[in-house]
């Protein structure tokens, strides 16, 4: 109906093809890829005969905004594809996708806006531009993409621009981008001598400092005290393994372009390993188990490798190697539900220790795409149905995402917000009824027979790297006491009181502690300023009153100060760690 508002999408759509048209008008011989709508936005793709600027884009938008003024029509039309040959002759991109349009028999359409733009589409626009406000959108990077997402494939440039319901939602998320920009990993994780990269080494491949090791291995040490309570017990394995693996398992297939192969001396085909279930899984198979030995439970801190092209590599939120905290049970069908309920346990308790308030998305396969994933659709109900009845009991925040299960199981991903209001896919419990029947895993049940077990794949994490590229960004760099590598400086206000201030900083090391010493070597202004920047929980000025009286001046990042015996803030501050506050 004529006087519907339109749809946000809608309104994004017909923005991607606005900017297909600037483009056009400055780039006549422009090549033209694709343009979806995409959170907050949209995107086009364009290969130019030149490098886009910042400046192009304001000009790209100065005309989009003289084509809304226009109250331009948008109209389709179902087409041939001899004749949408004709109509994009001189766009090698879109004559690709009219080929396997064609070669799929689906319906071509193209859409025309007014007299400034036509492109192959399948639609979803506002009626005409006048629909669209003007000051609700705005062009906002540059990005590298390959065609189709191929590296061998050209690379193109992609326009981004965000768009929303009007100008007062689009400036709340310019100002949330601005947050996010002084909150960005990439910036405040070599700041805080946290990690840092190395031409050298290669992109993708972050290198963690001493600093950066040891929060690591506090979040490492923590998931594992969580499973180690619920009976988990530690496997390791190799990082390359035998072609014949994957292939057994169904990774081969799937992953293989994605994967780093490696070939013998003798010929034979090896890969690092992207992922370790089919690892674990031989584990399990080395001997033959009792129903009364299950649930087996195996925990596994360890690297996986995948082949991600250069554009896609972000930080720590996308990387080459991967530290996965995985763990994988091996239990009967009846157990998995108090299995599921553990790890969901676990993951509360985690998340807890950071504030993070968490809602589940449960996985689905998609049924229109049975060729996506293993197994039979009756093998995928029964995994389906019994994650809904585990929600359903933990009466959990949940919705629904069909398509997004694993290509082996469905799965229960957590979803939480950080302290600017983005939303991060961060732990994941994935039921595996396929594994098992691939490598034919078994226990011997109560009439003495084999019977077909179910697998369980659990990561709190997931990926290290990604999680501390989220909670760096969701503290600011000030991580809570427990997790922070410095929990506390100590200042002397002058060399005169520095033996004092080294007293100080033995005894914080002799009771756990983590601590440092600034020697008095510059002024007592810029230690502290020092202290700020690297974000240490507490500041210890030592002077004269304090070196007399025996205590310490404690200063915390809200720049609230208070005289106490260093007994006594020792006692606080290991209370505090212990507690995991924040």
Request: hydrophobic share 40%; glycine share 6%; proline share 4%.
């Amino acid at each position: 109906m004529a006087n519907e508002t339109p749809s946000l999408d809608h309104i994004r759509h017909s923005l991607a093809h606005l900017l297909a048209a600037a483009v056009l008008k400055e780039f006549p011989d422009a090549k033209l890829g694709i343009g979806p709508t995409v959170e907050n936005g949209f995107y086009y793709d364009f290969q130019l005969s030149r490098a886009v600027t910042p400046d192009d884009l304001k000009a790209f938008e100065k005309t989009m905004r003289s084509f809304v003024n226009k109250k331009l029509p948008f109209s389709g039309r179902e087409v041939t594809a001899d004749e949408a040959r004709k109509l994009f002759a001189h766009q090698p991109f879109k004559l690709e996708l009219i080929d396997d349009l064609a070669a799929s028999g689906e319906k071509i359409t193209v859409y025309e806006t007014g007299d400034v733009f036509m492109d192959l589409c399948r639609g979803g626009h506002v009626e005409n531009t006048s629909e669209i406000p003007a000051d609700a959108f705005a062009l906002d990077k540059i990005a590298g993409a390959y065609w189709r997402g191929d590296e061998k494939k050209p690379q193109l440039q992609r326009i981004y621009g965000l768009a929303f319901e009007n100008k007062e939602a689009l400036k709340d998320y310019e100002k949330l981008l601005e947050e996010a920009k002084k909150r960005d990993h990439k910036k405040l994780g070599p700041q805080l001598d946290l990690f840092t990269f190395s031409e050298l080494v290669g992109p993708g491949l972050p290198l963690w400092t001493p600093k950066g090791t040891l929060v690591r291995n506090l979040l490492d040490d923590f998931v594992w005290s969580l499973r180690k309570a619920r009976g988990y017990a530690q496997v390791d394995i190799p990082h390359i393994t035998k072609r014949e693996l994957y292939e057994k398992s169904g990774h081969w297939d799937k992953y293989k372009d994605d994967l780093f192969k490696i070939t013998t001396r003798e010929g034979h085909e090896y890969a690092m390993k992207p992922m370790n279930c089919p690892h674990h899984t031989q584990i399990y198979a080395r001997r033959q188990w009792s129903y009364r030995e299950l649930p087996q439970r195996y925990a596994n801190t360890t690297k996986v490798y995948r082949d991600e092209q250069s554009g896609e590599l972000a930080g720590l939120a996308r990387v080459l190697s991967i530290t996965q905290d995985d763990a994988h049970v091996f239990c009967r069908q009846s157990q998995t539900k108090e299995e599921f309920i553990k790890i969901w346990d676990i993951i509360h308790d985690f998340y807890g220790a950071f504030g993070f308030k968490l809602r589940v998305r449960l996985s689905l396969h998609d049924p229109a795409h049975p060729e996506k994933y293993l197994g039979d659709a009756a093998r995928w109900k029964i995994a389906e149905d019994m994650l809904r009845e585990i929600v359903s009991e933990k009466k959990a925040d949940a919705f629904d995402g069909v398509g997004e299960a694993a290509f082996y199981g469905p799965k229960l991903d957590f979803m939480g917000k950080d302290a600017i209001g983005r939303e991060h896919q961060v732990a994941t419990i994935q039921l595996d009824m396929n594994m098992p029947e691939r490598f034919d895993l078994f226990c011997i049940n109560e009439s003495g027979e084999h019977e077909r077990i179910v697998m369980i794949h659990a990561a709190i994490m997931g990926s290290i790297e990604r999680f501390l590229s989220v909670i760096i960004e969701h503290f600011a760099g000030a991580f809570p006491l427990w997790l922070a590598p410095v929990q506390a400086t100590v200042i002397p206000v002058s060399e005169k009181f520095a033996e004092y201030g080294r007293s100080v900083h033995e005894a914080l090391l002799k009771a756990g502690v983590r601590a440092e010493f600034a020697e008095a070597d510059e002024s007592l202004g810029k230690r502290i300023r020092g202290a700020d920047i690297m974000k240490i929980p507490y500041l210890l000025v030592a002077g004269e009153k304090e070196a007399t009286a025996g205590t310490v001046n404690v200063r915390n990042r809200k720049g609230e100060e208070t005289e106490m015996p260093l007994t006594q803030f020792i006692d606080a501050i290991l209370g505090e760690t212990a507690e995991k506050t924040l």
